[in-house]
Nanobody, 127 residues
Framework: QVQLLESGGGVVQAGGSLRLSCVIS????????MGWFRRAPGKEREVVAV????????FYGDSVKGRFTISRDNVKNTVDLQMDSLKPEDTAVYYC????????????????????WGHGTQVTVSS
């Protein structure tokens, strides 16, 4: 059974950086893609970044383009999110997610449905 475990969250001042990491355990199949999502208090869940596991192709939400970078390591089975130039509006719980075997869960920012989620890590950006 695949499990995802996020780490790296914390409190940082605006303009600072954090690096989140998601460790994938129990992997026995090739993922289609891995993604990072976030949910701020009182707001809907938002897609932050998605990476195609095979090709390395990426997608970024408009609010993080140019500031965040998603990467994956096929050997270590990790997917990281480098977050630079952080803003108070980036404050949220960040989750990594993917799909179960054979599940093509990503078809763009308006059509995604991952079914495997981590527990999340809190990121707080102070002004």
């Amino acid at each position: 059974q695949v499990q995802l475990l996020e780490s790296g969250g914390g409190v940082v001042q605006a303009g600072g950086s954090l690096r989140l990491s998601c460790v994938i355990s129990g992997r026995t199949y090739s993922f289609y893609a891995m993604g990072w999502f976030r949910r701020a208090p009182g707001k809907e869940r938002e897609v932050v970044a998605v990476i195609d596991w095979s090709s390395g192709g990426t997608f970024y939400g408009d609010s993080v383009k140019g500031r965040f970078t998603i990467s994956r390591d096929n050997v270590k089975n990790t997917v990281d999110l480098q977050m630079d130039s952080l803003k108070p509006e980036d404050t949220a719980v960040y989750y990594c997610a993917t799909g179960s075997p054979g599940r093509d869960w990503w078809d763009g920012p308006g059509a995604y449905d991952p079914d495997i989620w981590g527990h999340g890590t809190q990121v707080t950006v102070s002004s």
